[in-house]
């Protein structure tokens, strides 16, 4: 068998594919791999380059094959995509992979560790609880509005909703519906001291954490979404600028431009939509608790575009200042109070 130079590795959950080419290119290996056999094939193998998608397990993956001498480098799934070359199979996936790798301008995924990925976690777990406490929260406001007992919008008057449902003698409730919600009302419960644990977690790792103390001096940017940058931009330095950063997190518009014309249309919402919806929460709080503007040039945007453009907009300018905090060191200034230190 000629040298294998470069792999191409479809992940999966029992059977992995292997599509292996030489230095000229030619296929010379194409296989496929039981999950208790893939360490044993590369670590009999001499060191090669070795290509996955960036998806479920890779990280896990990653790490224990280039334990083995190989260099692994991820790739986004959808930059994959267009070198498959006709149909969809395991076989055409392993070597559109290693077609792809192979490219000087393809992209690759930084390799997490295994507790950056146990950080990142806990605030996908607790993203998780908020949506089904949500759910649940929805659920009673509907059931009790059937008896007509409403209550104003918000967690904080959720606590008028329970104390309908614990209290027999409100005779608005029948007793049956008063069961079955009392079930609603007890997984609320549970969940808040669950999302309560978590935060307190955050909490206490963020203020361990330098970078994290730093971030937190960004208006708009709290425990939670200073803790999630962290916990899910490993490598802030493999963007390289500010721009680069804001357009994975998907703020950047989609273009349609031909002819010279430039035509650009609302934001990608590309990347990882959970920090993208975490920084244009916190734009969103900026603009309203504010008593005075933040900024002119916040101020005249905030005049003229609605309040979600704006929003958007504000979100967009905070993660720029995110990867130059990430990056570059310091903490958070203002445009007057940096003009006026300088």
């Known amino acids: 068998m000629e040298k294998i130079i470069t792999i191409g590795l479809d992940l999966a959950k029992q059977v992995f594919q292997v599509h292996g080419v030489d230095e000229d290119g030619n296929a010379v290996l194409r296989k496929a791999l039981r999950r208790n056999a893939v360490l044993d094939f590369f670590a009999k193998l ?59 301008s393809m992209r690759f995924v930084p ?24 759910q649940l929260v929805n659920a009673l ?33 029948p007793q049956a519906a008063r069961l079955a919600l009392g079930e609603l009302v007890g997984q609320i419960e549970a ?8 935060e307190r977690e955050i909490v206490s790792q963020l203020r361990a954490h330098e970078a994290g103390r730093r971030l937190s001096t960004v208006p708009g940017i709290g425990p939670i979404t200073a803790g999630a940058l962290l916990a899910m931009v490993p490598d802030p330095g493999g963007f390289r600028s500010a721009r680069h950063f804001a357009a994975w997190l998907g703020f950047t518009p989609r273009q349609k ?8 249309g609302s934001i990608s919402k590309q990347g990882n939509r959970f920090l ?14 504010s008593s005075k503007p ?27 200042i995110v990867w130059a905090l990430m990056v570059k060191g310091g903490v958070y200034r203002a445009a007057e109070q940096a003009v006026a230190t300088s």
């Open 46 to 104: 001499a060191p090669c380059t070795v290509g996955m998608e960036a998806c479920g397990g890779a990280h896990h993956w990653a790490r224990e094959i280039a334990a083995l001498g190989h260099e692994v480098k991820l790739m986004p799934p959808a930059y994959v995509k267009p070198y498959v070359k006709r149909g969809k199979n395991d076989a055409a996936d392993a070597e559109a992979i290693c077609e792809a790798v192979k490219r000087p």
């Open 276 to 289: 993208r919806s975490l920084l244009i929460v916190g734009a969103a709080n900026v603009l309203k608790r």
């Open 191 to 198: 969940l808040d001291k669950r999302i309560e644990r978590l």
């Open 141 to 173: 406001r509907a059931h009790l509005s059937e008896f007509g007992i409403v209550a104003a919008r918000g967690l904080g008057k959720l606590a008028e909703l329970s104390a309908v449902v614990h209290d027999d003698s409100d005779a608005r409730l």
């Open 294 to 320: 933040v900024s002119t040039w916040l101020a005249a945007l905030r005049q003229r575009r609605p309040f979600k453009v704006t929003a958007v907009a504000l979100a967009h300018k905070m993660a720029r």
């Open 111 to 134: 390799i997490k560790s295994a507790a950056q990925q146990a950080n990142a976690m806990i605030y996908k777990t607790r993203e998780l609880l908020v949506r089904q406490r949500t």
């Open 257 to 264: 431009s031909s002819g010279g014309k430039q035509r650009l």
